[in-house]
């Protein structure tokens, strides 16, 4: 099975301070098999990247995603007080479609 | 806009059935290119990915689960359901229901959630 791994494990960061989140896979993946989730406390996680690079419906454009190989990266260009929460990759392809711990980006 | 509303027992003692039920509204559950989604939020873990059924009902699971998940389509009901068998204090969790689009090789991902809903097992 795939593992993904996400560091930090903590951010901390201020508001208009770029965010750079990383996700390395245990082998390497399709760039199309990895999606980025944005979850804060009591609310459902929210859908920001699809296909490693693509913004879901209504994500701001301060958000981006790259990567190929083994290697992704969710950047956050200047954080709004809104974008402090915990953020997830997750990847495709086989089942389970398995979770990355989280990186938490905080104040 | 489709909407999901998660259902469940709350309270579940150890080594019983726990059964929890997704209310589809704002569109169909019978739509070609979606996989009805069971997730859950581990308490101070992560999210971990249970199962999947598309509407001409193929489905999908973790394999670590496998064996004591079943996923379900109620096409009359507009719903779909998750049953965990012989839950254990390790199946506390809040779950979600979630859907995933999926057409082929080409992965969308989960942009329609709901809120949740927490599930103690505790005798």
């Known amino acids: 099975e795939i593992v993904l791994t996400q560091s930090p494990g903590t951010l901390s960061l201020s508001p208009g301070e770029r965010a750079s989140l990383s996700c390395r896979a245990s082998q390497d993946i399709d760039s199309a098999y990895i999606a980025w989730y944005q979850h804060k406390s009591g609310q459902p996680p929210r859908l920001l990247m699809y296909?490693?690079?693509y913004r879901a419906d209504g994500i701001p454009d301060r958000f981006s995603g790259s990567g190929s190989g083994t290697d992704f990266s969710l950047t956050i260009t200047s954080l709004e007080p809104e974008d402090f929460a915990m953020y997830y990759c997750?990847?495709?392809?086989?089942?389970?479609?398995?979770f990355g711990p989280g990186t938490k980006v905080d104040l | 806009q489709v909407q999901l509303l998660e259902s469940g027992p709350g309270l579940v003692k150890p080594s019983e059935i726990m059964s929890l039920t997704c209310s589809v509204s704002?569109?169909?559950?019978?739509?070609?290119?979606?996989?009805w989604t069971w997730l859950r939020h581990l308490p101070g873990r992560g999210l971990e990915w249970l199962a999947c059924i598309f509407d001409n009902g193929e489905t999908y699971y973790n394999p670590s689960l496998k064996s004591r998940l079943t996923i379900s389509l109620d096409t009359s009901k507009n719903q779909f359901s998750l049953t965990l068998r012989s839950v254990t204090a390790a199946d506390t969790a809040v779950y979600h229901c979630a859907r995933d689009r999926i057409l082929g090789d080409h992965y969308y991902g989960l942009g329609v959630w709901g809120h949740g809903t927490t599930v103690t097992v505790s005798s």
């Open positions: 997750q990847r495709y392809g086989s089942t389970p479609f398995t």
């Open positions: 704002g569109g169909s559950i019978i739509s070609p290119g979606f996989c």
């Open positions: 296909r490693a690079s």
